[in-house]
C-alpha cells in the first residue's frame, strides 16, 4: 500500500534508529583501532630467514627495497671436505616513501623472510626517515600477529606431522 | 510595572536569546553526529565537548573582518544585525506563564510574525551589498522563499487566532486545550514547515545551497559577522520552536504547576521543536528551487486554506 509520506516517515526512522545506537566512530589517538588479521600496515623483515635471493628487489615494481650482501667463505667442517660458500646480509631496506603496499615481496619470498604488520604509526618528518633499515624492520617481526586460526574441520596443514 | 521589573525582564530574555541558541547548536552537533554514527565533537571543554560552540566563538571572534573592495560597505556592515535583532524582539511577546512574559501585547502574533519577516531583510541587505553574484542569487532566493512562505505561515496563524478569539499569544495559549492538536493539526504543521522554510533550514536551505552557491548571502562575511549570521540562524530556530509552541502545543500549558513551571513545559515544548528541526535538517535531501516554491503554493497555502475553512465552520458551529 502506498500511503503519501510514507518515505518521509521512513527516512526520519532511519536516523532516529543510528541515533540510538552507538555510534562507529573509534577515536583513534586515544583508543587503539581494532584491526583485522593480515591489516596491510607495515613490511616486517624476519632477517634469520633472508637468503639475499634478491627475488623481493627483484620483483618489487617500484625498486624499493635495497639489498646489499656480501660472500663468506666457511671452513670445510670435515677434513679433505669442501669450503662452504653463504651469503651475508650487509643491508636490507625499504623506502616506505617509494612502497605501493602491494605485497609481491612478501608472497614472491620464498624463504618465509617478509611479512604484513599491522603496524602503521610510522610516519617521519622527513621523507629519507622512511626509508628503515633492517633494525627496525626486524624490531617490526615482533607486531607479526600469528596466523589465524584454522576452519573448523580443515584440512591440517602439510608441515604439521601427523 | 516599575524599571527596575522592565530591566530585570529585558535582561532575562537577552539572557535566553544568547543562551538557548548555543544550546540548540549544541543538540545540533551532538543528536546529528549520532544520526550519522559519528561522536561529535568530543574534547572542547572535557565532557564530551560541551564547549565547543564556545571554542567555535572565540575562534571567529579572533579572525579578521574582511569587507569585499566592491561592496556597498554601511550595508554590507549591517546586514547581520538587522538578520540577528528581530528574533530578539520576537522573544519580549513570547508567554512564559499564564500572566508572564516581557510584554503581553495584545496584538502578538501579528507583531511576531511581522518582526521575524524583518530578518530575511538582513539576508536581502547581505546578498545585496556584497558585491559578489552568489550572494546577489542567494539573497533573491531568500527573498522569493519569503514571499512563498509567509503566507501559509499567516494562514496558519490567522486560524489559530481565529479559533482562540484574540491575537495576543498569552491569550491563544489560555483558550488552548488538548483537543486543538487534531483540531489545528494541518494548521501546526503548515505553520512548523512554513518557519522551517523562513529559516532556511534544510531541507529548504536553497538560499544558501553550498553546492551552487558558494554559501549564498553569507559567502564574503567573515569572522564576527558571519557568526551573527549563524546565531541567527540557531536563534530562528529557537524562536520559531517557540512561537509554534506557543501557538499550537498550549505554550505554558503541562501537566501540573503552571502558574510556577510555565517557563519549564514551553521551554520543553521548545527544545522538542528545535530537536524535530534537526532531525528533519539530517533525514532530507535539498529541495530544488522549483519544487520548493511548488511545494509552498500548490501544498502549503491550499492546506493552511483548509484549516481556515475548518477553524471558520467550527467557530460558526459552536
Redesign the interface.
Known amino acids: 500500500m502506498n500511503v503519501p509520506g510514507k518515505g518521509?516517515a521512513q527516512?526520519?526512522g532511519?536516523?532516529?534508529k543510528?541515533?540510538t545506537?552507538p555510534?562507529?566512530?573509534q577515536?583513534y589517538p586515544h583508543q587503539h583501532p581494532q584491526l583485522p588479521p593480515r591489516t596491510r600496515g607495515v613490511i616486517a623483515l624476519f632477517e634469520e630467514n633472508c637468503t639475499v635471493c634478491m627475488l623481493c628487489a627483484r620483483e618489487c615494481p617500484d625498486w624499493c627495497i635495497y639489498i646489499d650482501s656480501h660472500k663468506e667463505t666457511q671452513a670445510p667442517q670435515t677434513e679433505g671436505g669442501r669450503a662452504r660458500v653463504h651469503n651475508v646480509l650487509d643491508r636490507f631496506a625499504i623506502d616506505y616513501s617509494l612502497c605501493m603496499y602491494c605485497g609481491i615481496c612478501v608472497d614472491v619470498c620464498p624463504f618465509d623472510a617478509l611479512f604484513w604488520s599491522p603496524e602503521f604509526e610510522y610516519a617521519e618528518h622527513d621523507i629519507l626517515g622512511l626509508t628503515h633499515e633492517r633494525e627496525e624492520l626486524r624490531e617490526w617481526m615482533w607486531t607479526v600477529p600469528p596466523p589465524p586460526a584454522e576452519t573448523h574441520n580443515a584440512e591440517p596443514a602439510k608441515e604439521i606431522p601427523s | 510595572m516599575t524599571a527596575l521589573e522592565i530591566a530585570a525582564k529585558l535582561i532575562g530574555a537577552l539572557l535566553v536569546f544568547l543562551t538557548a541558541p548555543l544550546i540548540v547548536g549544541q543538540i545540533e552537533h551532538k543528536a546529528m553526529a549520532h544520526m550519522q554514527s559519528r561522536l561529535g565533537p568530543m574534547y572542547a571543554g572535557g565532557f564530551h565537548g560541551w564547549a565547543q560552540l564556545v571554542a567555535d566563538g572565540v575562534k571567529f571572534a579572533q579572525k579578521e573582518t574582511i569587507v569585499p573592495a566592491r561592496a556597498d560597505r554601511r550595508v554590507f556592515e549591517l546586514a547581520p544585525a538587522v538578520a540577528l535583532l528581530p528574533y530578539l524582539f520576537v522573544l519580549i511577546v513570547i508567554p512564559v506563564g499564564p500572566q508572564q512574559s516581557v510584554h503581553d501585547l495584545s496584538v502578538g502574533v501579528f507583531f511576531a510574525l511581522a518582526v521575524v519577516s524583518i530578518g530575511v531583510l538582513g539576508i536581502l541587505m547581505a546578498g545585496w551589498a556584497s558585491a559578489n553574484k552568489y550572494s546577489l542569487l542567494g539573497g533573491l532566493r531568500a527573498g522569493a522563499q519569503l514571499m512563498a512562505y509567509e503566507l501559509p505561515l499567516v494562514l496558519a496563524a490567522a486560524s489559530i487566532a481565529m479559533a482562540a478569539g484574540t491575537l495576543s499569544l498569552n491569550g491563544i495559549a489560555h483558550a488552548w486545550r488538548w483537543w486543538w492538536l487534531p483540531y489545528q493539526g494541518i494548521g501546526a504543521v503548515v505553520f512548523f514547515v512554513a518557519a522551517l522554510a523562513e529559516l532556511r533550514r534544510p531541507p529548504f536551505d536553497m538560499p544558501v545551497a553550498d553546492s551552487e552557491l558558494v554559501f549564498g548571502p553569507f559567502t564574503e562575511y567573515a569572522g564576527l559577522r558571519f557568526a551573527l549570521f549563524v546565531l541567527a540562524e540557531y536563534a530562528g530556530i529557537v524562536v520559531f520552536s517557540a512561537l509554534t509552541a506557543a501557538l499550537f502545543l498550549g505554550g505554558w500549558k503541562g501537566p501540573f504547576l503552571e502558574h510556577q513551571l510555565g517557563w519549564l513545559w514551553l521551554l520543553i515544548k521548545t527544545l522538542l521543536l528545535s530537536f524535530v528541526v534537526i532531525w528533519i535538517r539530517v533525514s532530507y535531501p535539498r529541495l530544488r528551487e522549483d519544487q520548493l516554491q511548488k511545494f509552498a503554493w500548490a501544498g502549503l497555502v491550499p492546506a493552511a486554506l483548509v484549516q481556515v475553512a475548518l477553524t471558520g465552520v467550527v467557530k460558526v458551529a459552536t
Open positions: 518521509l527516512g526520519l532511519v536516523t532516529l543510528s541515533m545506537k555510534s562507529v566512530t577515536e
